[in-house]
């Protein structure tokens, strides 16, 4: 399947702690600072069509938290931590070159 690199934003637009919606063609993407890392998770909570970046992040556990019922979701492997969530949600490459937040993501 083709991957393309995605730009999403300059990593000033994220605060430390935060998380941010991207919408790239079909990919609903959330992505969360923590200090100065980033990662990428699928933002439609695998439970019901909320998004998980409009939860709370979780630095020290490296997660973050759906604010609608509570599960909490790897920002490393997309698992949830917690129920009622039981399905995992996607994980993005993030990388950041001169100050720019890309992803990769899968064209079809
Ligand atoms: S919608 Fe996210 S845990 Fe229910």
Known sequence: M??????LCTVDDVTPGGARRFDIGR???????IG???YA???RCSHADFSLSE???????????CWKHGSTFSLLT???QTLPATLPVPVY???VENGDVFVDVSES
């Open 78 to 80: 997309g698992e949830p």
């Open 36 to 38: 100065d890392d980033f």
């Open 55 to 65: 939860g709370e992040v979780w630095p020290d556990e490296r997660e973050i938290e």
């Open 27 to 33: 990919h609903r993407i959330c992505l969360v600072r």
């Open 93 to 95: 490459t993030v990388r």
């Open 2 to 7: 083709p991957v393309t690199r995605a730009r």
């Open 41 to 43: 998770i699928g933002d």
